[in-house]
C-alpha cells in the first residue's frame, strides 16, 4: 500500500513563493507519473501539474504556467511543487497523487491516479 504525505503548505502573501513536497512510503514512485491537484472550497479537485516517471515530460494546467514548477527525486521518493507569485485564486487544499506501477506517462484526469495523500492546504491573502 502506498502512502503518501504532503508537507510544506500555509499561510503567504500575494507574490510570495512556497515549496510542496510529497514523500511517499510502501513501494518506490520511479515506475508511476505523479501530480499534483487542488480543491477549492465548493469546488472540484482541479489538476495543477503532472511529471512522467522518470521527470522528462511535465505538464501544468494553464492558470499555473510559468509560476509553478513540478519536479521529482526518486531516489529520495519524493514529489515536489515549486509556487511563486502566488495568487489569491491559488488558495485550496493541494493534493499529490501517484499513477499506479508502470503507467509512466503524464495524466491530467483525477480517476488516472491510484494513490492519493491527505492534502496540505495553502493560503494565499493580498
Known amino acids: 500500500q502506498v502512502r503518501l504525505v504532503e508537507s510544506g503548505g500555509g499561510s503567504v502573501q500575494v507574490g510570495d513563493s512556497m515549496r510542496l513536497s510529497c514523500a511517499a512510503s510502501g513501494r518506490a514512485l520511479s515506475y508511476s507519473a505523479m501530480g499534483w491537484f487542488r480543491q477549492a472550497p465548493g469546488k472540484e479537485r482541479d489538476f495543477v501539474a503532472a511529471i512522467s516517471s522518470n521527470g522528462g515530460t511535465t505538464t501544468y494546467a494553464d492558470s499555473v504556467k510559468g509560476r509553478f514548477t513540478i519536479s521529482r527525486d526518486n531516489a529520495k521518493n519524493t514529489l515536489y511543487l515549486e509556487m511563486d507569485s502566488l495568487k489569491p485564486e491559488d488558495t485550496a487544499v493541494y493534493y499529490c497523487?501517484?499513477?499506479?506501477?508502470?503507467?509512466?506517462?503524464?495524466?491530467?484526469?483525477?480517476?488516472?491516479?491510484?494513490?492519493w495523500g491527505q492534502g496540505t492546504q495553502v493560503t494565499v491573502s493580498s
Open positions: 497523487a501517484a499513477r499506479p506501477r508502470t503507467f509512466m506517462l503524464v495524466a491530467t484526469m483525477p480517476a488516472l491516479y491510484e494513490n
